[in-house]
């Protein structure tokens, strides 16, 4: 079983910063990549940033230039500072951990509400 924890998040103007983190634990786990995704109101949730153990990263197109994702493979810990924050940022954001025998795990999510 593997547990995934995300902290950080909260409220910020435009224009602003936020930063989130997330550590995936578990017994004897192989974790491959980790991310983030996000769910707007009233909205799907749609995969916000990713990356892998070797340090290749993806991006949506709303976010790239703006968030940075990064990761410490010993720690399972991924972060993703948020830079230049817009209304439309303003989502629950969750993190996920794909293990290396392709199982998803979730965490409970994090409020990010961002003013204008």
């Known amino acids: 079983q593997v547990q995934v924890v995300e902290s950080g998040g909260g409220s910020a103007q435009a224009g602003g910063s936020l930063r989130l983190s997330c550590v995936a634990s578990?017994?004897?786990?192989?974790?491959?990549?980790m991310g983030w995704f996000r769910q707007r109101p009233e909205q799907q949730r749609e995969k916000v940033a990713w990356?892998?153990?070797?340090?290749?990263?993806n991006y949506h197109a709303s976010v790239e230039g703006r968030f940075t994702i990064s990761r410490t493979n010993a720690e399972n810990t991924v972060w993703m500072q948020m830079n230049t924050l817009e209304s439309e940022d303003t989502a629950v954001y969750f993190c996920?951990?794909?293990?290396?025998?392709?199982?998803?795990?979730w965490g409970q999510g994090t409020q990010v509400t961002v003013s204008s």
């Open positions: 996920f951990a794909e293990t290396t025998s392709n199982r998803h795990y």
């Open positions: 578990g017994s004897s786990i192989s974790i491959g990549r």
């Open positions: 990356i892998d153990s070797s340090g290749s990263t």
